[in-house]
């Protein structure tokens, strides 16, 4: 299966001078849930904008989609619809993303500046807000919402316009458990409906849940591992050199335990038969 993005060689520097990746080589199929693991600063954030066209490399290749991923490809009408219809970025900060009047609105745009039907958006926005428990926010302003429901909403506008491919910044920043928990199970719904997963985060804890392949990047803002989160997360000296486990910290086994499962009647994420990627 060939891969949906190719990255060969990929350096990146702030201003010109301030490095935030070294020589990075990686691929990433479909169907992978890849989380990126490492301290802050390590450019993990870096990464995600580069897979998503906001920045590009110094030096280096990044191939999406068997096309050369340059600021000039993007610019072309063709690419760039075909691009930015299938790989969707969530921002750490949703207020980044959201600017539009009402919850409604917000998850309409993408598919609008697609050029869909304004029934098949209508439906494509319902949809959306029924999987994910938020249809009582429809026409509030996003403004006035809580942290956790301004994540969800920014979550949901991307999911509006059914990408392939989600790209997830720091996903679980400041939300409060039961948020969390609506993540964790919204991810593995999104795992079984085919979509490729990328997340960036310094939380162990969401590697175990989510994770089918873990990246890690240390603060020389290199790839220092690749692999099974089971084998990564039990590397406790490589954890340790990379400043994800504090050195006196030296069991990450509760990690592992049963699968995870929704709890106190909470309900469970599905996607709605008219979402592609349900069969």
């Known amino acids: 299966m060939k891969p949906i993005f190719e990255l060969t060689d990929v350096s990146y520097r702030y201003h010109g001078s301030i490095p935030a990746l070294e020589r990075i080589n990686l691929q990433i199929r479909p169907g992978e849930s890849v989380t990126i693991l490492g301290a802050n600063g390590s450019g993990k954030s870096t990464l995600l904008h580069l897979l998503d066209g906001l920045i590009f490399p110094v030096s280096g290749t990044i191939n999406a989609y068997d096309e050369a991923l340059t600021e000039e490809k993007l610019e072309t009408d063709g690419f760039r619809c075909f691009f930015r219809s299938r790989v969707g970025f969530v921002f750490q900060n949703p ?3 959201l600017f539009c009047p009402t919850v409604f609105e917000e ?12 029934g098949e958006v209508k439906k494509r926005v319902d949809d959306v807000l029924d999987m994910l428990g938020i249809a009582p926010l429809r026409d509030r302003s996003p403004s006035q919402l809580s942290g956790g429901e301004k994540k969800k909403v920014a979550i949901a506008s991307v999911l509006s316009l059914n990408p392939q ?21 919204l991810v593995g719904e999104l795992k079984k409906a ?29 790839i220092a591992a690749d692999g099974p989160p089971f084998e990564v997360i039990k590397d406790h000296e490589l954890l340790h050199k990379a400043n994800i486990l504090h050195e006196h910290e030296t069991d990450t086994s509760g990690l592992f335990g049963k699968e995870h499962e929704p709890h106190n009647g909470e309900k469970v994420l599905s996607f709605p038969a008219s979402m592609p990627g349900k069969k």
């Open 165 to 185: 491919v989600l790209l997830m910044d720091e996903p679980t920043s400041s939300l409060d458990p039961r948020t969390r928990h609506w993540f964790t199970d």
């Open 95 to 97: 207020d980044i993303q």
């Open 194 to 222: 085919g979509k490729t997963i990328v997340i960036s985060t310094h939380e162990l804890s969401l590697v175990a849940k989510v994770s089918s392949r873990v990246l890690v990047l240390t603060e020389d803002h290199a």
């Open 107 to 118: 998850l309409a745009f993408g598919p609008l500046q697609l050029g869909l039907p304004s």
